[in-house]
T-cell receptor
Framework: EPEVTQTPSHQVTQMGQEVILRCVPI?????FYWYRQILGQKVEFLVSFYNNEISEKSEIFDDQFSVERPDGSNFTLKIRSTKLEDSAMYFCASSGGQGARTEAFFGQGTRLTVV | AQSVTQPDIHITVSEGASLELRCNYS??????LFWYVQSPGQGLQLLLKYFSGDTLVQGIKGFEAEFKRSQSSFNLRKPSVHWSDAAEYFC???????????FGTGTRLQVFP
């Protein structure tokens, strides 16, 4: 069964460092998403991406964040200068169509710890 | 404000017992409603979804959910729980004009033999 794959599963970084979280979406999907979950809190939408452009983003997704599809298979989330409050589980998702009506398939998450 | 509330943080049931996980939502437009499950080390897996039509929807793994507009609820049910159902369950709401899903904080289900 096709799945969304995220690497690494756990990343520890020092405050102020740049991190790149990587995702391989399902191969024929065209819509990509990032969500995050701070420990004990809700899963929160960060951004959606289609046709090499951001479709929608939340207020969390500020200038410190960027997304990219550098090649035909990867989808990345970059945090330029990490803060302690960026520590969270980051989920990548992909779907075959736009909007909430189309099922989004989620990866297993990358746990980011900023120290 | 748009939000999802899952009042139960942690539920424990015996194997074979029935289960109901509560979800209430607040959403300004016609809601699309979802239940996801997350097993340890796994991603979020869609159990079922409601867009329109029959308010009782069937999902995978024997789960069902009922949309009650008057109560702004979308509770998840299963008549007989199996030990493998132990996981975290998330309710989410979305809408027509948005990619964004709004999630609840989740309910952790523990199943005793």
């Amino acid at each position: 069964e096709p799945e969304v794959t995220q690497t690494p599963s756990h990343q520890v970084t020092q405050m102020g460092q740049e991190v790149i979280l990587r995702c391989v979406p399902i191969s024929n999907h065209l819509y990509f998403y990032w969500y995050r979950q701070i420990l004990g809190q809700k899963v929160e939408f960060l951004v959606s991406f289609y046709n090499n452009e951001i479709s929608e983003k939340s207020e969390i997704f500020d200038d410190q964040f960027s997304v990219e599809r550098p090649d035909g298979s990867n989808f990345t989330l970059k945090i330029r200068s990490t803060k302690l409050e960026d520590s969270a589980m980051y989920f990548c998702a992909s779907s075959g169509g736009q909007g909430a009506r189309t099922e989004a398939f989620f990866g297993q998450g990358t746990r980011l710890t900023v120290v | 404000a748009q939000s999802v509330t899952q009042p139960d943080i942690h539920i424990t049931v015996s194997e074979g017992a029935s289960l109901e996980l509560r979800c209430n939502y607040s959403y300004g437009a016609t809601p699309y409603l979802f239940w996801y499950v997350q097993s340890p080390g796994q991603g979020l897996q869609l159990l079922l979804k409601y867009f329109s039509g029959d308010t009782l929807v069937q999902g995978i793994k024997g789960f069902e959910a009922e949309f009650k507009r008057s109560q702004s609820s979308f509770n998840l049910r299963k008549p007989s729980v199996h030990w493998s159902d132990a996981a975290e369950y998330f309710c989410a709401v979305g809408g027509y004009n948005t990619d964004k899903l709004i999630f609840g904080t989740g309910t952790r289900l523990q199943v005793f033999p």
